[in-house]
């Protein structure tokens, strides 16, 4: 694990995995929660968690190295199904990338359990993790310049749900009409960092 | 529909509700907003007798014109510009009487960017996550205002001002920034470091609420290849592939791709949204605190 100062009042903590990032977002929160750790946002990303907000970053920065990696929490037992129609124009270019007829593609995106890594892009964006490595894809050439809301995708290690039409990259593979946000729920976002995703095909 | 609320006659180039924004939430990637000159929107409301949180207006170059169904008083500030009720001139920077069904006019930035219209009461559109801030970045809090739309005001508090006008800072005709360097300065080379921190860069017209885009010199890579995703603090430095710097302000995504060469100081970002295109920027590298 290694720390990295961020402006005055932010540290970047990096680690070697996406697992180990989740985990030490998990370890972070419950601090926060009970009390010992005292910031404003915890933002889990790829390979690192930012806290930001920090009284005291250096100090902080010298704990968590001191520390090791706690390990993972026991997840969440709630699992969020997604009904999804595997019907995206560009199912076909994954299932030639993964070396497979486009049914498996549905077969083998809906046999996966999920995790949200992180979010980011937009609000109710999860970059959601689970896929072994041999099904990474990379993103289009040419982005689209807009990819309608429910819109399930796939790019890099990742898949994700577009929560509204936006601009975007990622391999379109198919379509749900779950409402990843909604601002006047509670909670607004679906999905947050932890959360635990299933995908279901819908008849 | 009660009368205390404003009529929009004209609602300018771009004109949003802000007021301190929604931070908190970055983990589920909804940026911070709020009004970008964070000093002068508080002013304006302490000049109307608001208090720090109400919501303003937070006009973008040509200003805006506003029809209140009640009295009210207002105040402008931010941006110089010249004011109107009814056509005769009122003070900028100081408590304005508008009387009900009279207009009020906020004319084109003399210097500056943004002007702030805080009116007694505060605009009362339905807040988002704590906040009424416009978010142009994903779309959250009230779209900016359109010629025809109605914002509901507040009922004014019991707070009184003795200030009759007050002191604001010009706006800047050579913007420096101090940064501090990192998190990710070492995927840059020692010159381009060196050109970031002594080399005199413009204010591109491309900025916006999400960035301050500079032009100038390059900032070339010692290392390829892609950053993974993390998150970004307001003031980040990010630096695309085309080298030019972007300085992230209130509406900037909660996390990016590309790497962060240094962090402006926040005291010092209420200036970078008052810097019109073409203004030098120089970044001042600071040790930490």
Redesign the interface.
């Known amino acids: 694990m290694r720390t990295l100062p961020v402006g005055d009042d932010a540290l970047l903590v990096e680690v070697s995995s996406g697992e180990e990032a989740q985990a030490l977002h998990a370890e972070l929160v419950r601090r926060r929660a009970e009390g010992s750790l005292s910031v404003r946002e915890i933002v889990p990303a790829a390979r690192t968690v930012l806290l930001d907000g920090l009284t005291d970053p250096a100090r902080l920065a010298a704990e968590l190295t001191a520390a090791e990696v706690p390990p993972a929490p026991p997840r969440a037992r709630e699992v969020v199904e997604l009904r999804v129609r595997y019907d995206g124009p560009d199912l076909a270019d994954v299932a030639a990338h993964w070396g497979v007829p486009p049914r498996e593609v549905a077969r083998i995106h809906a046999g996966t359990e999920f995790t949200v890594a992180f979010c980011g892009f937009a609000p109710g964006f999860g970059y959601l993790t689970g896929l072994p490595a041999r099904y990474d894809v990379p993103r289009r050439a040419t982005p689209r310049t807009a990819v309608p809301a429910g819109s399930v995708a796939l790019a890099g290690p990742y898949t994700g749900v577009y929560p509204r039409s936006s601009p975007g990259g990622w391999q379109l593979i198919g379509t749900t009409d779950a409402v990843l946000w909604d601002h006047a729920r509670v909670p607004a976002a679906l999905l947050s960092p932890g959360t635990r995703v299933r995908f279901v095909e819908a008849p | 529909m009660t009368d205390r609320a404003l009529f929009v006659v004209r609602a300018g180039a771009l004109t949003t509700v802000q007021d301190r924004g929604r ?8 940026p911070r907003s709020g009004a970008l000159d964070g000093p002068a929107a508080a002013l304006a409301n302490r000049l109307v007798g608001n208090r720090p949180e109400a919501a303003v207006l937070e006009t973008t170059l040509n200003g805006c014109a506003l029809r209140p169904r009640s009295t009210v008083t207002v105040a402008v500030t931010g941006a110089p510009c010249p004011v109107t009720v009814e056509g005769r001139p009122a003070s900028w920077g100081a408590p304005v009487r508008v009387p009900a069904g009279a207009l009020l006019t906020v004319g084109t930035a003399l210097s500056g960017v943004r002007s702030y219209v805080a009116v007694s009461g505060g605009i009362i559109v339905e807040p ?2 704590g906040s009424r801030s416009t978010d142009l970045l ?3 809090g009230p779209p900016p205002l359109t010629d025809g739309a109605i914002l509901p005001l507040g009922t004014p508090t019991a707070l009184h001002t003795r200030v009759d006008t007050a002191p604001q800072p010009a706006p800047p005709t050579e913007l420096v920034l101090r940064v ?1 360097l ?3 300065d070492d995927w840059f080379t020692p010159e381009a470091v060196r050109a970031f921190t002594t080399r005199a860069f413009r204010v591109s017209s491309a900025s916006n609420r999400i960035g301050l885009r500079t032009d100038g010199p390059a900032l070339a890579r010692r290392l390829e290849g892609e950053l ?6 307001l ?2 430095v990010q630096v695309p592939p085309d080298g030019r710097p972007v300085v992230f302000l209130a509406d900037h ?4 791709g590309y790497p ?1 060469i240094g ?4 005291p010092d970002l209420p200036a970078a949204a008052q810097a019109v295109p073409g203004t030098p920027v120089r970044f001042l590298a600071v040790r ?2």
Do not use: C, D, N, Y
């Open positions: 931070p908190g939430h970055a983990h589920l990637g909804v988002v996550l994903s779309g959250l501090t990192g998190p990710r993974p995703s993390e998150g970004m603090v003031g980040a995504p909660t996390t990016g962060v962090v402006v100081r926040e930490r605190r």
